[in-house]
């Protein structure tokens, strides 16, 4: 008898900004040793509910659908004992999207995909906790006339993620053969991402890289931890360069070579550079600088104006889906982390 397995999945409310870089296993087929020779894509179309052989297809082409763990086309006779497994973008998910018109900083879009400048306080797909206002629900008002947002899927078109509070750039598929292709990309580590973030204190180099295995906090499951142990966590790679000394908070450039969750936020605490103003990892208090009642406030002030990590996804680039050239987007900062940059200025400036 065929196996159909799902891959089990943590509690939403652990992975609702996780930057998923990794491909799911949505279903699991070990064919009968009676079955006779067909064609893959109409063996799975018969077997897995309201699929089509398009999509199938589509998967196929991105290199999704495996057999015996080897890609395969979707022309592909499958035999006797032969394991199916479909690797997609995402999990399946069980929750019905409500388009909801919220306005989109969009800064590029074609039939293949779109590109949008998120914004601070912005959750990027439904789950346990936001089934409503999230950039998903603004998407789906948006391209409303778009089948792949019409599904019961959660995270349509998604293939990266940011933070609720991180501001920045995201790439958003148009349909089943962007979205695998854009997702392999992300699986690969061959897109570029650039973030800027304000952290505390100085570093010692003017550029350096940070290594971690990045998994989930052994005391608190909501956030990350870094480890030596490659058993308690994934490898990450964090490359940054200081774009500006302020004594106490540096402007720097992270360049992301993995995706792990929180990854910037996680290497920077653990590195003894908590982003600015970042309630998660001990950044939203006074970890450098005086004892005076004056720059306390001054600190206050800024945590006032910027009252979120202070994280910025920059510049993103990959492959285009169909033209097959990179593109590369590149994005200004927030105000409010422009706004943080200036009175650090100004400070550093009268200070002396």
């Not at 499958?78 to 919220?102: F, G, H, Q, W």
């Amino acid at each position: 008898m065929d196996e159909n397995l799902f891959l089990n999945e943590e509690n939403e409310n652990l992975i609702l900004e996780e930057e998923n870089e990794e491909l799911y296993e949505h279903f699991r087929f070990v064919v009968d040793k009676g079955q006779k020779q067909m064609r893959l894509d109409v063996y799975l179309t018969q077997r897995i509910i309201n699929v089509s052989r398009s999509k199938i297809q589509h998967a196929a082409d991105a290199n999704r659908v495996l057999v015996n763990d080897k890609p395969v086309k979707s022309n592909y006779k499958i035999k006797p004992l032969d394991v199916i497994t479909i690797m997609m973008a995402e999990p399946p998910r069980d929750v019905k999207i409500v388009p909801e018109n919220i306005p989109l900083n969009i800064i590029y879009e074609d039939d293949d995909l779109l590109v949008v400048n998120k914004q601070a306080g912005i959750v990027v797909h439904p789950a346990y906790g936001h089934y409503s206002g999230t950039l998903v629900n603004a998407l789906a008002y948006h391209l409303k006339d778009n089948p792949l947002f019409k599904d019961i899927d959660a995270r349509p078109g998604l293939v990266h993620r940011i933070d609720k509070n991180t501001t920045g750039l995201l790439v958003i598929a148009k349909n089943e053969y962007a979205l695998n292709f854009l997702a392999k990309q992300f699986a690969e580590h061959s897109t570029e991402r650039k973030y800027v973030a304000i952290v505390w204190g100085r570093f010692e180099q003017p550029e350096g890289t940070f290594t971690s295995y990045i998994g989930r906090n052994l005391k608190n499951r909501k956030i990350m931890q870094s480890f030596d142990d490659e058993t308690l966590g994934k490898y990450a790679v964090t490359h940054y360069k200081v774009i500006q000394d302020f004594d106490y908070v540096s402007l720097i450039e992270c360049r992301l070579e993995t995706g792990r969750t929180h990854q910037i936020r996680v290497h920077m605490k653990y590195n003894g550079h908590p982003l600015f103003n970042d309630d998660e990892y001990d950044g939203n208090r006074i970890l450098k600088g005086t004892t005076f009642t004056k720059y306390k406030q001054f600190i206050h002030n800024c945590f006032e104006i910027l009252p979120r990590q202070a994280l910025h996804a920059k510049m993103l680039g990959f492959i285009h889906p169909t033209k097959k050239t990179k593109m590369i987007f590149d994005s200004e900062l927030p105000d409010d982390m422009k706004h943080i940059i200036q009175k650090w200025s100004t400070y550093v400036i009268n200070r002396e």
